[in-house]
């Protein structure tokens, strides 16, 4: 994986910790909110800013593009509002469908999952082939799908990727919430996919970091075998 410059908006506490402040509460609620599909205009404001902060004064360099969701339906819900805002505003294209989703993968955070989170995919090239790509995101956690969701743009053809999202998930001192949580409704789901999501992402890290320290140990088995360690 290469590295690529991003931004966000807000910082995301995960469910498991308590303690918040009014400001930390807020944040996570609006993540939850913009997962739901609910995105007010204050927070759409503070995306096209930042994204008018980037593409600067050459507008016709780039393109707009999202991550997508684990479902087609997630996928409309959460970003069609801000995708049809974003458009009537920039002066650059915006793709909703730059990366399509191929197939559902519901339950692939934690079952049946492939440890490549742009395994369910497509990339329509013709929509961003030569240009710059703002690509949107809700949270990042670790980076790795943004990351790997990055490299794949630039192997079809992007000449270049910023990310910009929702939030950035940091993990304060504070105390972990062990109660249980029933928020009722379409907010359980929201939740069970944050926690999935997290899940899924350490499974990924874990994964990549046992392939370094393979590739690693083959390099030192190798460097001894020709004489190179002794």
């Given amino acids: 994986m290469s590295y690529y410059s991003y931004n966000y908006i807000l910082e995301y506490i995960p469910s498991k910790y308590c303690g ?30 930042k994204i008018q902060g980037i593409i600067g004064s050459n507008p016709s360099a780039w393109v707009v593009c999202f991550i997508p969701a684990s479902t087609k339906a997630k996928q409309m819900r959460r970003y069609g ?27 692939g955070h934690t079952s049946g999952k492939t440890g490549d989170p742009t395994a369910n995919m497509v990339f329509n090239s013709s929509r961003f082939s030569g240009k710059k790509v703002i690509l949107i995101d809700d949270v990042r956690t670790r980076g790795i799908t943004f990351e790997r969701t990055a490299d794949k ?8 990727v910023y990310g910009v999202f929702v939030a950035q998930t940091i993990h304060p001192n504070l105390p972990i919430d062990t109660t249980p949580r029933h928020r009722g409704g379409y907010y359980d789901e929201v939740l069970n996919d944050i926690l999935a999501e997290e899940q899924y992402q350490d499974e990924i890290a874990n994964e990549i970091l046992e392939e370094e320290l393979y590739q690693e140990q083959a390099e030192m088995d190798f460097l001894y075998e020709i004489g190179e360690l002794y």
Wanted: proline share 3%; net charge negative; aromatic share 8%.
């Fill in 20 to 49: 918040l402040s009014n400001k930390q509460q807020a944040d996570r609620q609006a993540v939850y909110d913009f997962k739901d599909g609910h995105c007010p205009l204050t927070l759409k404001e503070q995306m096209l800013n």
């Fill in 81 to 107: 509002t801000l995708s049809t805002y974003l458009n009537n505003q920039l002066a650059c294209p915006v793709y909703i469908d730059g990366i399509d989703v191929a197939y559902d993968r519901e339950s």
């Fill in 153 to 160: 743009l630039v192997a079809h053809g992007a000449a270049s």
